[in-house]
């Protein structure tokens, strides 16, 4: 198939006046030429398209069917044109644009949904492109240039190297006791039973700083973790553990995911040894991105999860 002919817009602009006018004189006033040069380019755009567009009488101008026809796509192209401008300035200002995020499960537990509601009501023209994946794949995604951003989780202070990052929240690991449990009844449970209990674990490839401290946590109490099951997610690990496979250590966002069955428990509500108070390890989740060649939509995107993180603000309200 030979491609078509290329027409210039100011062909369209003269074959749409006159499709509106249905009068050349007055078609040919309204883009400030006189009557012979329209007349002329409506024939030749007729010859390149190789169709009729109007049927001319002296007493009267109408369109053809293929002239009807085209009438509104040209007003949609015409209108496409104008709006060229306004377009290229608002993606050179990060007003308009495409920002392809990958986020850990756990900030979507709380505060991503409030923050995605927020900046699409924020940036109206800026495309915000939302995958779950754990850590290791988006680190992936990012060197392959798949995504432009990701949300994940590692120990505080302790950012994947090479990437430019924005610290979004801190917390602390909590107990996922099943419900029916002996060890979820009051009165608190000893640390020193927990660590006994069969464990739900993700694997170390996807979480390794966390799951290095989980592990650091079972050593410092003289224990190896029986593990039961890992799983990826950690929707997965909740709904393991109210099955009743083993205990879990979450981070304290995934509260938020309310799996009956499941009872959480906070460092405050276990015993340490003796009147010690029981420590648990923390994660941090951040934001990264590459740091060099930042598009402008990215860049609005990270101002305005860093205004939302210093403000405290969960995305819950």
Known sequence: MKDEPL???????????????????????RLHMTQPPVTQAIAQLERTLGVQLFDRTRRRVALTPAGEALVPEVRALLA??????????????????????AFVSTIGFDRLPGWVRDFREHSPQVALELVEATGDVQLEALARGDIDAGL????????????????????????????????????????????AEPLVLFPRRILPG????????????????????????????????SGGL??????????????????????????????GKVRLPSCETSLVWLGQGQQPALARFVRFVKARAAAGEDGRG
């Open 80 to 101: 496409q044109a104008r709006a060229l401008p306004a377009r290229a300035r608002a993606a050179d200002s990060g007003e308009a644009g495409r920002v392809r995020l």
């Open 152 to 195: 994940l989780l590692h120990p505080p202070g302790a950012a994947p190297a090479g990437l430019a990052r924005l610290a979004v929240a801190t917390e602390p690991l909590v107990l996922a006791l099943p419900a029916a449990h002996p060890l979820a009844q009051p009165p608190r449970p000893a640390l020193a039973e927990v660590l």
């Open 210 to 241: 966390v799951h290095d401290a989980v592990m650091q946590l079972y050593a410092e109490h003289g224990r190896r973790p029986q593990l039961a099951q890992e799983a990826i997610q950690m929707q997965t690990i909740v709904n393991l553990v």
């Open 7 to 29: 027409i210039e817009l100011r062909a369209w602009r003269q074959f749409l006046a006159v499709a509106e006018e249905l009068h050349f004189g007055r078609a040919a006033q």
């Open 246 to 275: 083993g205990v879990a250590w979450v981070p304290a966002s995934v509260t938020a995911f309310s799996r009956a069955g499941v009872v959480y428990r906070r460092a405050e509500e276990l015993k340490g040894e003796g009147r």
